[in-house]
């Protein structure tokens, strides 16, 4: 079966501070990995894939498919950045994802 | 980004009674679209693919004559929880893509309380 697995359900860090928030997958075949937010009150978006190796408001991901890993790191973290984080999996079929439950950021002044 | 639209944004009806949720695509011919089901404090519950002109494909577990998902146009997918229970009672959201190696664009979800 398909499962995506963020282990924080909350993390904070200073403003300033790096930030980690993790994500796992077990997933046959070759997925492709995202990273999705979602801000206060607003819908989920895309932060970033990782067949696209961007940097999205600071933002990196890097699949590592022997620890089956796609951590989504930044090194200043922003009170901006203070939002429910969600890793996704998907296959062939662009959209049909599998997601994690979640980590929600917040960043202290 | 492209615009995706859930119609209603909330809705509260009767056990027993059946409850639609459209979800549109405002500005873009969206091929497929999917619908996903989110328990409180839970991930996004994939519960079926949507294609224009054809039947949806249900997730393992999915009951689709439970949930029934109409695609009838390029820009419309249709939900309807029929029978609705208690324990159908959830925050529904769609997505919708127009194909090929676009991302998918998310609604901004229908909480719907069966009491």
């Known amino acids: 079966a398909q499962r995506v697995t963020q282990p924080e359900k909350l993390l904070s860090v200073f403003k300033g501070a790096p930030v980690e928030l993790k994500c796992n997958y077990s997933y046959s075949g070759s997925p492709e990995l995202f990273w999705y937010v979602q801000y206060s009150r607003q819908r989920l978006q895309l932060l970033l894939r990782?067949?696209s190796r961007e940097s999205i408001k600071g933002f990196t991901a890097d699949l590592n498919k022997g620890e089956t890993s796609f951590h989504l790191k930044k090194p200043f973290a922003q009170e901006e950045d203070s939002a429910m984080y969600y890793c996704a999996a998907g296959g062939s079929t662009l959209g049909r994802l599998y997601f994690g439950r979640g980590t929600q950021l917040t960043v202290w002044p | 980004g492209a615009v995706v639209s859930q119609h209603p944004s909330r809705v509260i009806c009767k056990s027993g009674t059946s409850v639609k949720i459209e979800c549109r695509s405002l500005d873009f011919q969206a091929t497929t679209m999917f619908w996903y089901r989110q328990f409180p404090k839970q991930s996004l519950m994939l519960m079926a693919t949507s294609n224009e002109g054809s039947k949806a494909t249900y997730e393992q577990g999915v009951e689709k004559d439970k949930f029934l998902i109409n695609h009838a146009s390029l820009t419309l997918s249709t939900l309807t929880v029929t029978s609705a229970h208690p324990e159908d009672s959830s925050f529904y959201i769609c997505s919708a893509t127009s194909g090929g190696d676009t991302e998918a664009f998310f609604g901004q979800g229908t909480r719907l309380t069966v009491v």
């Open positions: 990782h067949i």
